[in-house]
DNA sequence: GCTGGCACTCGTCGTGCGGGAGTGCCAAGC
DNA sequence: GCTTGGCACTCCCGCACGACGAGTGCCAGC
């Protein structure tokens, strides 16, 4: 019975919490939250709550605070995610809406999410790994040199320059060009892969570069590791503990790679995951929490997107809103 | 005579001023710096700089502080550019070679500008309006769907989709393909868009419709508009005055259209243009500093670069910097 | 026109002192 | 056995006060 009041407690104090950025006490407790039991009472709880973790005090005599502990068991256990109105669904698609391409997918994606959530929004490219070869083009820009473009299903496009050494004659180019598209076009990129490997190895020279090049386009670590950062403004709302704290976070925010460990594996669509405080891997971020979820065409998980922000967060939004935004997403991911 | 001595006297002050971010004293500046006065001489020449609109007290008994007015006057007549040394050259280019695309160079141009000159850099891509077209190429997705890929000198793709309506045969798609190439390629861009405009004219159907995608492409303001930006970690570091000023700053970077506005138009290559608080044209901006200089192939303008910084900034260490970096970049454009 | 001296200003820093919010504990009540 | 009102205690915060010192402006002398 009491343990049903000590978790409405938990909660009361993350909400006010969170709603405030100061420290709660028992008093105002009772008094915002229609809990009908005296200050005396909800004293003791909060001692208890915080014997077992869940709550800390910044100093005696001033009012608790959630740990990263008491978060946790708030989002696992105290959380409904809040569906989203009706009036926000319909500002998510306008926003969507009629993006041309895959770069501008992204980017407003980025700054949807940051602005719906006031949060630093983080969104991965859809990786190569799992999209399909749509075409690759060879155009001549010297006799001896190639732009090699590769475009793929995810709306990707990779380019890059082959110097062959030696002239290649016009003919041979356009039989190549079948060549490669016959190996590599609707495979999925691993496919291709061992593909063009084949064909690089079967016939050396011009050929063999050429399909090296591609092989090296579609496994090129930096495809992967693409990702968009927006809302940084956002950090500026940290209050307290500034200069110690910003800096180091944009600081990592540039860092793509460092960001791409953050996000971690894509987690199923539909599936929020939400790393609270030192429980990712990131030590920058080790006073933040991050709110991520899988995207991609048919819900297929096929890159990560999420927010990062202070531990106190009102999760339950944000949860909701990271949801809806990789819900959209995806569906326009179908269509293209 | 005293004349002279007074600008030695504001390029000190401005000088301390930069390396210890502390109004200075008159005391404190004749024994760091060689002059052979006493302090008194020191105060009347500060007190006539004062007057003048040069210098400024925080409140009375503090030391001077240069105003917007005493930095011009050290940048335009106090300022000489230091070259770089032997090994920030070499630093420059092996940081920069290696680059695969334009994606890359600007990429990189971004995150070296930034941490040279430990302030915020911004670069503009190369505007599409000097450059040629050096390939258009049409992937057929679906009988009546095509992915038009246009590839230009300046090393960018613009890939646009088309939804013909009616399908197209395989031989009409070569026909197509070598007439908008025959028509376009090597064709500045706007001639290459008169061309395509007169080819729609004369020959409506699916190739008017390509045609017309391609001119949109071309045109298309986004592809004008296109920033980087990075190094914003080091608004951290403003020290005094930090979420008034930071807040606004991040959320203007966000912007790339207020960042477009502030890079404004592109200066002769060679020519480094620096603005002193007020001077810009965004209100954001108003009380920092803006260095730029165009850059491009053949020292042909197409782009600005630059950063953007406090006031009190080392302007002859930046101006090199800015100048240097892209001197590198408009070779590497050169090659490409 | 430069210089040393001197009085004056004013921001900064350390100290000390309520005020107040909040707690912990205890004894009484339901 | 919870819950509750009461009460003493802790400790942060804000404010006033005063000493200190950096820096100035001005003046008289060279």
């Known amino acids: ?74 989002v696992d256990r105290l959380t409904t995610v809040k569906p989203m109105t009706g009036a926000e669904k319909r500002a998510i698609s306008s ?20 602005q719906l959530t006031r949060q630093v929004a983080v ?13 690759v083009e060879l155009v001549a820009l010297a006799p001896d040199r190639l732009l090699a473009v590769l475009i793929l299903s995810s709306g990707r496009v990779e380019q890059r320059l082959v110097e062959l050494g030696v002239p290649i004659a016009d003919d041979d180019l356009a039989r190549l060009r079948t060549r490669l598209n016959l190996s590599a076009t609707g495979e999925v990129i691993a496919d291709a892969v061992t593909a063009l490997r084949d064909l690089a190895e079967a016939e050396p020279g011009p050929s063999a570069l050429v399909a090296g090049v591609l092989v090296d386009a579609m496994s090129d670590h930096r495809s992967d590791s693409r990702v968009a950062v927006g809302g940084a403004a956002n950090l500026a709302r940290y209050g307290d503990s500034f200069d110690s704290a910003v800096r180091p976070l944009l600081e990592a925010l540039e860092e793509h ?28 971020f080790s006073s933040t929490s991050v709110v991520t979820t899988g995207y991609g065409p048919h819900d297929d998980a096929l890159a990560t997107l999420g927010i990062v922000g202070p531990t106190r967060m009102d999760y339950p939004g944000t949860m909701a809103a990271v949801r809806a935004v990789a819900r959209y997403v995806s569906r326009i991911l179908d269509e293209a």
């Not at 001692?47 to 608790?64: F, I, M, N, V």
């Open 257 to 284: 790679v460092v960001l791409l460990k953050l996000m971690g594996e894509a987690s199923a669509a539909g599936t929020v995951t939400v790393r609270i405080g030192a429980e990712g891997p990131i030590e920058q």
């Open 1 to 74: 019975m009491q343990e049903e009041r000590r978790l409405a407690v938990l909660r009361a104090i993350v909400e006010d919490y969170v709603s405030t950025e100061e420290p709660v006490g028992s008093k105002a407790l009772v008094e915002r939250h229609g809990l009908n039991v005296s200050p005396a009472t909800v004293r003791n709880d909060m001692a208890a709550l915080e014997d077992e973790g869940y709550l800390t005090q910044p100093h005696t005599s001033a009012g608790r605070v959630p740990t990263d502990k008491g978060y946790r068991l708030f």
């Open 123 to 135: 969104v991965q490219y859809p990786t190569l790994s799992r999209s399909t070869v749509r075409h």
């Open 95 to 114: 926003f969507l809406d009629g993006a041309v391409d895959l770069d501008e997918i992204v980017t407003r994606s980025v700054r949807l999410l940051s």
